[in-house]
């Protein structure tokens, strides 16, 4: 519950710029109360979605957590 409150705190708070996206969401998601790098938790994949920019950003493996990850675009299914 504290990771959802501190997720809605920042993106409550934050202004979203075609420009920076998907890096605002990534920082986002990075954030040391929103992420959870432990040894206990390891992030395999993850991805953020822009639709209004027809984008799928991913990482995978990145130990112990996504902010670890080399992020890609990947192409856009729909």
Known sequence: MRRLKRLNELIDRREFID???????????????????????????????????KQIWYTLGGYPAASNGNWS?????W
């Open 19 to 53: 420009e920076r996206l998907p890096k605002d969401i990534i920082n986002i998601l990075a954030d040391d109360l929103v992420e959870q790098r432990d040894s206990h938790y390891i992030t395999v994949e993850s991805a953020v979605a822009c639709p209004t920019e």
């Open 73 to 77: 675009l990947i192409e856009w299914p």
